[in-house]
């Protein structure tokens, strides 16, 4: 296994906590309707997922830059 | 929890499980399925459950019983059963001429294309004054009641148009020079800090 496919699992796995936190945040503000639950979505859930996407496509990015060979 | 909460829910369990799958074993996007999958699972999918719960969060935002959860508002929620065909609010209420789980929104949004969103952002500040500050004691709407929110119904209707004192009125109405519930005019609207001492309309349902 390649050193760059470890740091691409680690990212995954982030980006995967993060989404699923967001997505656990959803629910618990599809239960009341309330204008607090729609702080909560868009403030928390949204900021979860949004990140976790990020953080999938940041590895996405990294896994094709090929690393840099050390000269000399 | 059904309709479009249980297929929005059945989604994000779903999502859930398949983003589960990924953060057991990451090793799976190895190969080139497994690659598609991914981006489904920890891109599509999480990015269609903010799509659709911001869509059920905006539409819920919309309910009269959304607006009036807050204390600052529970007076005005109370004005929409004052049993007195004088109260704006209240007639309207009672005799369905606004959808009655959707009365706020119907007179208090603009609806412009930006205008709910732009109206979510200023009702953000509400949350804050709510629960971290403090709020003011007579709640007055920013730039005054814009007539359009009138017009947008009455405006061409027959009976409208046909009362005198519009017709007189009408350009000064539509330019909102003069405002719909401006004194002497329909001017008895909420009167939230008096609704305590009114008689109340009680539905028959």
């Known amino acids: 296994m390649k050193l ?17 936190l967001g997505l656990l945040v959803e629910i618990v503000s599809l239960l009341r309707v309330h204008p607090l639950m729609f702080v909560l979505f868009t403030l928390v859930g949204v900021s979860l997922i949004g990140s976790g996407i990020l953080v999938y496509l940041v590895s996405l990015v990294l896994a094709v830059i090929p690393p840099v060979e050390k000269k000399g | 929890m059904s309709g479009p909460i249980g297929i929005l829910i059945a989604l994000i369990v779903m999502t859930i499980v398949l983003v ?28 269609l459950c903010i799509g659709a719960g911001m869509f059920t969060h905006m539409q819920r935002s919309e309910q009269t019983k959304f607006c009036i959860s807050c204390h600052a508002m529970e007076n005005y929620g109370k004005s929409l059963y004052v049993d007195d ?23 208090h ?19 804050y004054m709510q629960y971290i500050s403090k709020p003011p004691a007579h709640i007055t709407i920013p730039g005054g009641f814009n007539n359009h929110q ?9 009976d409208f148009e046909a009362n005198p004192v519009h017709q007189a009125l009408m350009d000064t109405l539509i330019s909102n020079q003069m405002s719909c519930i401006s004194s002497g005019c329909h001017d008895t609207v909420h009167n939230a800090s008096e609704v305590s001492t009114l008689k109340m309309w009680r539905p028959v349902q």
């Open chain 1, 4 to 20: 760059s496919e470890i740091g691409m699992h680690r990212f995954l796995r982030i980006a995967g906590v993060l989404i699923i």
């Open chain 2, 85 to 107: 065909p004088k109260y704006l609010p209240a007639q309207h209420f009672q005799n369905h001429r606004v959808p009655p789980d959707m009365a706020c929104y119907a007179c």
């Open chain 2, 150 to 158: 009138c017009l947008r119904c009455h405006g061409g209707a027959r």
């Open chain 2, 109 to 127: 949004a603009d609806y412009t294309i930006y205008g709910p969103l732009k109206d979510k952002l200023a009702g953000v500040t509400r949350i």
């Open chain 2, 20 to 47: 589960a799958v990924f953060l057991v074993r990451p090793s799976i996007t190895a190969g080139t399925a497994g690659k598609m999958l991914a981006f489904i699972a920890l891109c599509a999918l999480p990015a």
